[in-house]
C-alpha cells in the first residue's frame, strides 16, 4: 500500500519534523510513504516530493494518482499566513478530485480567526474521511465546520524514543515541558 502524507515537513519546524519521524517508525516495508517537504533531503525509507511553489504541484498530482490513502498531519488549515490555509486546503480538494478520501492523523486544526478562512476550511474538510485529532479544540472545530465527529488522538511527536545516552550522570535532571490548551483560541 501506498500513503502520501501532507504538512509542512522539513520547514525547520522541530514539532513537524516529530512527528514525520513517528509516523516514519509505522510504515513498513513493502509500504511505501510519499511525502511533502521543504528541504529534507531524505528521511529513512521516505520519498521526497517538493512542497512549495506552483512547480510542486505537476508531482503532487501524479504522487495522488499512485498512492492509495493520503494523510495530513502536524498543524494544518492555521491563518497565522495565508499559506497555512491554502497548502492545506488545496491538496485536500485536488486529493478528492482524484478521488482518495484523505484522512487527518494526528493533526491539530486552527486556530481560524477570520470568516474567509473558516469558509476554505469548511470547503476542504467535507471530504476527510476519518479525523484522528490531536486535540479537543481541533476535534470541536471539525464538528463544527464538517458536522462529522473527529476522533481524539495524539500528536505523533510523542511516538519518539527519548535519546538519553549524553547524560553526565545518574543525578542528571530531565525537565518536561507541557503545555496547557487553556483556550480555543490560542
Do not use: H
Amino acid at each position: 500500500m501506498n500513503f502520501l502524507l501532507v504538512g509542512f515537513f522539513g520547514e525547520g519546524n522541530l514539532g513537524d519534523e516529530a512527528i514525520l519521524s513517528g509516523i516514519t517508525k509505522f510504515i513498513f516495508p513493502p509500504n511505501l510513504l510519499y511525502v511533502t517537504s521543504g528541504t529534507l533531503k531524505k528521511t529513512s525509507d521516505s520519498l521526497l516530493i517538493k512542497r512549495r511553489g506552483v512547480f510542486s504541484w505537476p508531482e503532487y498530482l501524479k504522487t495522488l494518482k499512485a498512492v492509495d490513502r493520503v494523510f495530513f498531519s502536524g498543524g494544518i488549515l492555521q491563518d497565522w499566513s495565508l499559506d497555512g490555509v491554502t497548502f492545506f486546503a488545496l491538496r485536500l480538494i485536488a486529493a478528492r478530485f482524484f478521488k482518495k478520501k484523505p484522512a487527518l492523523w494526528g493533526a491539530g486544526i486552527g486556530p481560524l480567526r477570520f470568516g474567509f478562512t473558516l469558509g476554505i476550511a469548511k470547503r476542504s474538510l467535507e471530504s476527510v474521511g476519518v479525523a484522528w485529532l490531536r486535540d479537543v479544540s481541533s476535534a470541536r472545530l471539525f464538528t463544527a465546520l464538517t458536522r462529522k465527529n473527529a476522533n481524539l488522538g495524539t500528536d505523533w511527536s510523542w511516538a519518539l524514543e527519548p535519546s538519553i545516552n549524553n547524560m553526565s550522570s545518574p543525578r542528571s535532571y530531565i525537565g518536561l515541558n507541557l503545555r496547557p490548551w487553556v483556550e480555543d483560541c490560542w
